[in-house]
């Protein structure tokens, strides 16, 4: 049974950082693909950040260089440290894992619960 659990959500200033983690169990976050994609009111879910196996990244356009999407293996967590956060951050933010290469792709097999992250 794999379960992915997001937390480090919050609320902050515009200009302000957040790191939000999401813990694997029931799956290797190693040898899997995993990506963070969030929702905001009244918007579809969209990609934010992927990262394959061997730790390369892919960002959504409006978060580059200011998103970093990372892992720990020997925790079996994904971290998405986000920094210069803007009010169009705002949303609910979901964790997301398969054992296809989906990079920013909506149709991942697994999902979190979410964190919200809300930026004023």
């Known amino acids: 049974h794999v379960q992915l659990v997001e937390s480090g959500g919050g609320s902050v200033q515009a200009g302000g950082s957040l790191r939000l983690s999401c813990t694997a169990s029931?799956?290797?976050?190693?040898?899997?693909?995993m990506a963070w994609f969030r929702q905001g009111p009244g918007k579809e879910r969209e990609g934010v950040a992927a990262i394959d196996t061997a730790g390369a990244p892919t960002y959504t356009y409006a978060v580059q260089g200011r998103f970093t999407i990372s892992k720990d293996n020997i925790k079996n967590t994904l971290y998405l440290q986000m920094n210069n956060l803007k009010p169009e951050d705002t949303a609910m933010y979901y964790c997301a894992a398969d054992t296809v290469n989906l990079q920013l792709a909506r149709h991942y097999r697994y999902w979190g619960q979410g964190t919200q992250v809300t930026v004023s």
């Open positions: 029931g799956y290797s976050v190693s040898t899997g693909y």
